[in-house]
């Protein structure tokens, strides 16, 4: 069933322009048009919206994902680039999930601080040895020197 680019853009919550955008930039290569030249979406473009909207949001440029694209297009032979493309591409994110994690732990911790010390009246009254074991390293962490 063919889909208008009003209804794909409430499917995938993205703007027609962006949907526009991504056609002209030959990353929705089998889209079909009408004998008005309308674009008409597939199943299958829904998908391809979805990794290239997953792909976008993971880092990867418009560029990159154009050069996938084309890898998709010559087909078996370009698996392997492709698979390195996607390991490259969890190396990165496990890494930044690693930094936001530490961020979120310096962040509860913090929580944890203050809710202490408004507790007791004042910051200078926490006890070392009151800190949660979970926040002893947010809090080394903070303390030292790198």
């Known amino acids: 069933m063919p ?36 674009r008409l979406f597939s ?3 829904i998908a391809s919206i979805k990794l ?9 440029s418009i560029r990159d994902i154009k050069n996938f694209i084309d890898m998709l ?3 078996d032979g ?3 680039e492709r698979l390195a493309i996607f390991h490259k591409r969890r190396d990165i994110l496990r890494d930044e999930l690693k930094n936001l994690q530490d ?15 408004c507790e007791i009246g004042s910051t200078s009254a926490i006890d070392e040895s ?4 979970k926040f002893r390293i947010a809090r080394e962490n903070l303390h030292k020197v790198i």
Do not use: H
């Open 3 to 38: 889909y208008t680019i009003k209804q794909i853009s409430q499917i995938t919550g993205l703007p027609a322009s962006t949907l526009r955008y991504y056609d002209s930039q030959g990353l929705l290569p089998s889209l079909k048009r009408d004998n008005n030249n309308i």
């Open 43 to 45: 199943d299958d473009d």
């Open 103 to 117: 961020v979120l732990n310096m962040i509860e911790y913090k929580c944890w601080f203050y809710e202490k010390a």
């Open 130 to 133: 009151d800190i949660p074991e």
């Open 52 to 60: 290239i909207n997953c792909l976008k949001r993971s880092g990867l």
């Open 73 to 75: 297009e010559q087909g």
């Open 78 to 80: 370009t698996l392997s």
